[in-house]
Each structure stands twice: as structure tokens, then as C-alpha cells.
């Protein structure tokens, strides 16, 4: 009960920034959607014990698919999902937390906490590049 809540909250809050990111209307359930979809697979990556920046990039990855094929589907671009999709792998806490300790002089824990946030969106970029990679092959 507790995953199908998590999914229902992600996707609700997907779609409320989709809202804010002034996507199509027609869109909005759509990159709802695509960031549950990415999110489940988040959390089933790091239930079979993925590192991290692993389970974000095939999340990102399947984000990037599915965003490449609703926008051949509904003839929009393929950004219009992306941008709300990838709104649950964002690394907010860690980035919070590493401006948090700088701020009270814990440098160690901050920077981990930075590099945390540097490989998550860097795992982010490469996962959704596969979807614009595989589609224009």
C-alpha cells in the first residue's frame, strides 16, 4: 500500500509541475505519466540493490524512451515530458544538504553530499540521452 501511494503522490506532483512548466494540456497526464513510470523504476532498481547514480540512469533511460515515443504518439516534442519526468530523480535533498553544511563549515559532508548531486545529474543527462540516441537510429 505504501509503493502505490508513493506512485499516486509522484504522480500528482509530476503533473502539478508539468502545470508549472506550462506543458500542453493535453500533455500534462502524459509527463504525469512518464515521471511515475520513471520513479517505479527508480525504486525497483534500488530494491535489486543498484547503486544510486545506476538506478537514476536506467530510470532517466526508460524517462527518455517513453518521452521520445508519446512524442511521435502525440506529435509534440519530446522536452514537454522530459522536464516534468525527471522532477522525482532530481537530487533536491542532496543539494539542500551539501549548502546546509557549507554553510556551518562541515566541508567534508558537503562535498560528498555535492558529489552526490554531480553524478546523480550527470547520470540523469547520459540516461536521457538514450532515448534521443535510439530514436533517431
Known amino acids: 500500500m505504501k509503493i502505490v501511494l508513493s506512485l499516486a503522490a509522484c504522480y500528482l506532483a509530476t503533473t502539478c509541475f508539468a502545470v508549472v512548466f506550462s506543458s500542453p494540456k493535453k500533455a500534462l497526464p502524459y509527463s504525469g505519466l512518464c515521471g511515475t513510470l520513471g520513479y517505479a523504476v527508480y525504486l525497483f532498481a534500488l530494491e535489486l540493490n543498484f547503486g544510486l547514480a545506476a538506478a537514476v540512469f ?11 515515443f508519446l512524442a511521435r504518439a502525440l506529435r509534440m516534442p519530446a522536452t514537454v515530458f522530459i522536464t516534468a519526468g525527471i522532477v522525482p530523480l532530481v537530487p533536491g535533498a542532496s543539494a539542500y544538504l551539501a549548502m546546509l553544511r557549507f554553510s556551518q563549515g562541515d566541508y567534508q559532508a558537503a562535498l560528498l553530499s555535492a558529489s552526490t548531486v554531480v553524478y546523480v545529474a550527470c547520470a540523469i543527462s547520459a540516461g536521457l540521452a538514450i532515448g534521443t540516441i535510439l530514436r533517431r537510429r
Open 58 to 68: 536506467v530510470a532517466a533511460s526508460v524517462i527518455g524512451i517513453a518521452a521520445e
